[in-house]
């Protein structure tokens, strides 16, 4: 393989003296997996038939893909010292999938700093002279109904009538008619959220040991305290009541969420992993420990918030008697976490702590987006005007954010962005990724590059699952496949084809490169014999 000025290996990193040891690169590798993802987007908490359906199949596919795949990407990474698009060297076919994995992070870092917005505009709400949705605004609407009786038809509870009406201004009737107006106080604590983003990356922050320390421990110190408040709450165990196991067998479209949802709790196929492996560091690492931990994090962290949020809507259940109304979606953990500190003595210091804790996630998380796509331009004419590239990649994700996700219909936006262009390309993608490196590339190649990387040769149930994935993979997706009837479903389905048409195209060109070689060398051999 060789390498042009313009895409030199990342071995003489991007980012000079980052990750010089293992403890703080295994740090920091960790914390990817500590992110707004586990914490905030848990997609069945307003369903109780289905949320402990949900959590078991999730738990089952984070084993068998989600974790094999993680140290897939690592590992990519570390063996070839390269990007996300540079990476893909080691079978030029398939090139394409690093343009693949780039557009889903950058839709996941368009949703998750909408998201910051939020977080940021609940921890300013909180230091008020008490939370303003402890109570129902007079002129609400729809309407917003007291705790403590049936919840009429059509009526919100106080957290989610405040969410939805004093902090997204949310259009009742979706898209109909557009987006609706810019709302001006979400706006600027989004661009708040993109200038703390801009000085993050630029200023290399996020690789310092210091800071990503400040962000684990801080949520896992709010986890624990949030843990043990939730099991005081009355009807806390209604999610294990009402659960429906059948749901299992109604269709595939629950599995193939749930494949879905390991694959980002795991921060898998959106290049992120590839760029911390190409900077491990050159003394022997135990790439298999890393992984491991990382596992262990995204677990804990992701399963203590989805049993907690559950627990609360459990606790709001009981309170209304019948039905909470809540909205499947980005906004449900939103209004279930203010519904949470609202129920618990030291409300308004705990919704500061909680929401703020949320709103640092929400950064980080975006931050390494941001980084990754960084990384993927690693030439000499992009490194010297890396501070003017930042602020180009900032200044587009706050235009596109301004009249998108900032306007009385954001909320239906982040929703489609997450559902559809942030999780959907990941199964397909991920089922290319392990089927290039087992079958294209070969699988014991690749062991014996990670060999001679770091001296650790994957396991056999590494090997195993990368080998058998793909199949179970693509089966499941197929037979979950949403249908087009919706103008949503359409749009998402145009997106998910536009993220794998680079994939095509660059087989396509391969394969007619590749022809064009083989009938060029065969017509010289066939003259060289005539002349002969």
């Known amino acids: 393989m060789t390498e042009s000025i313009d895409s030199e290996s990342t071995e003489s990193s991007l980012v000079y003296d980052r990750w010089t040891n293992n403890i703080s690169y295994r740090q920091l590798v960790v914390s990817a997996c500590i992110g707004i993802f586990q914490v905030w987007w848990h997609p069945y908490l307003h369903d109780f ?34 990007s996300v698009l540079n990476c893909w060297d080691i079978a030029p076919m398939s090139r394409g999938i690093g343009f693949a994995m780039l557009s889903t992070c950058v839709f996941s870092a368009l949703a998750t700093g909408g998201v910051g917005a939020w977080c940021l505009a609940l921890t300013v709400h909180s230091v008020h002279t008490f939370l303003p949705w402890l109570h129902c605004a007079a002129d609400s609407q729809p309407p917003c ?44 604590y989004y661009v708040i959220c993109w200038i703390l983003i801009y000085f993050i ?32 709450l009355k009807g806390a165990t209604r999610m294990f009541k009402d659960c429906d196991w059948s749901v299992l067998f109604e269709s595939l479209e629950i599995w193939r969420e749930a494949m879905e949802y390991s694959l980002i709790e795991m921060t898998v196929c959106q290049g992120s992993l590839i760029m911390l492996g190409s900077y491990c560091p050159k003394v022997q690492h135990k790439l298999g420990t890393t992984a491991m931990l990382a596992f262990a994090v995204s677990k804990s962290s992701c399963m203590t918030a989805a049993l907690v949020l559950g627990a609360t809507h ?8 019948n039905s909470t109304n809540i909205w499947p979606g980005a906004s449900s953990s939103m209004i279930l976490w203010s519904d949470y500190v609202a129920r618990i003595p030291g409300s308004q210091f705990w919704s500061a702590l909680i929401f703020f804790t949320l709103f640092v996630l929400a950064l980080t998380t975006t931050a390494l987006s941001v980084q990754t796509i960084m990384s993927a331009f690693t030439g000499h004419s992009i490194r ?16 596109i954010g301004t009249i998108t996700l900032c306007t009385q219909g954001g909320l239906y936006v982040v929703n489609f962005l ?12 991920a089922a290319l990724i392990a089927t290039v490196v087992t079958y294209v590339y070969g699988q014991t190649t690749f062991c014996e590059d990670v060999y001679l990387a770091i001296g650790e040769y994957p396991s056999v149930f590494m090997r195993i699952c990368w080998a058998l994935s793909p199949a179970l993979m693509m089966c499941i997706f197929a037979g979950g496949a949403a249908t087009w009837e919706t103008s949503e479903a359409m749009a998402g389905w145009l997106l998910l084809g536009a993220a794998m048409i680079p994939i095509i195209i660059v087989m396509l060109i391969y394969a007619m490169f590749k022809c064009r070689v083989r009938v060029s060398t065969t017509f010289a051999a066939f003259r060289h014999k005539l002349n002969s």
């Not at 038939?49 to 990474?77: D, K, M, T």
């Not at 010297?384 to 235009?399: G, M, S």
């Open 314 to 321: 459990g606790a709001l259940y009981k309170d209304y008697e």
């Open 384 to 399: 010297k005007i890396t501070w003017a590239f930042l602020i180009l990649i900032c200044l587009l994700f706050c235009l």
């Open 145 to 188: 109904a007291a705790r403590h009786r049936p919840l009429p038809a059509g009526s919100e509870t106080p957290p989610q009538s405040f969410f939805y009406n004093f902090v997204l201004d949310l259009k009742r009737d979706g898209l109909v008619g557009g987006l609706g107006n810019v709302v001006w106080e979400l706006l600027i």
């Open 49 to 82: 038939r289905r949320l402990l359906p949900f959590i078991f199949l999730y738990n089952i596919f984070s084993v068998l893909i989600g974790y094999p795949l993680f140290y897939l990407e690592l590992a990519l990474g570390v063996a070839t010292k390269k």
């Open 201 to 232: 990356v630029i200023k290399r922050m996020y690789s310092f040991s210091k800071l990503v320390m400040f962000k684990d421990v801080l949520t896992y110190f709010v986890l624990v305290c949030v843990g043990v408040g939730a099991v005081q």
């Open 418 to 429: 997450i559902n559809w262009p942030a999780s959907k390309p990941r199964v397909p993608v």
